[in-house]
């Protein structure tokens, strides 16, 4: 793993599987963290003009918090991001029905979109 990233247990999730946590850090002293749940960004920490370093990003202590935020705070979205009016949509003619996880709408991927999942990141 190259010196300037970093791989930590971040927690587990409620069905039991693993989630890490990766550091990214450059030369500055800027830091990016992201976990293999959503692939979702816990922490941007950047030095101010002094030097000190604040996280500026919204985000979850523990896998927990990502499971059971309706959200997507920190969230890789997937293959759609924002609205289908209606959870359906027409292509060539056909129509398609989708999960309406937004009160009539699909919002970002449906219910079980890529923010739910567990990746395996090979650094």
């Not at 523990?62 to 759609?80: C, D, L, P």
């Amino acid at each position: 793993m190259p010196s300037n990233v970093t791989e930590r247990v971040f927690g587990r999730t409620s069905l039991g599987k693993d989630v890490k946590a990766y550091t990214l850090t450059n030369a500055t002293n800027m830091s990016v963290t992201v976990i293999s749940y959503g692939a979702a960004i816990t922490e941007i920490k950047v030095p101010d003009k002094t030097g000190k370093v604040s996280d500026v990003t919204l985000g979850f202590d523990n896998v927990s918090g990502y499971e059971a935020s309706e959200y997507f705070i920190g969230a890789t979205i997937g293959r759609v991001a924002n609205r289908i009016a209606n959870g359906q949509f027409k292509l060539d003619g056909e129509l398609y029905n989708l999960t309406q996880n937004n009160e009539s709408n699909f919002l970002h991927g449906g219910g079980c979109g890529a923010f739910h999942k567990v990746s395996v990141i090979t650094i």
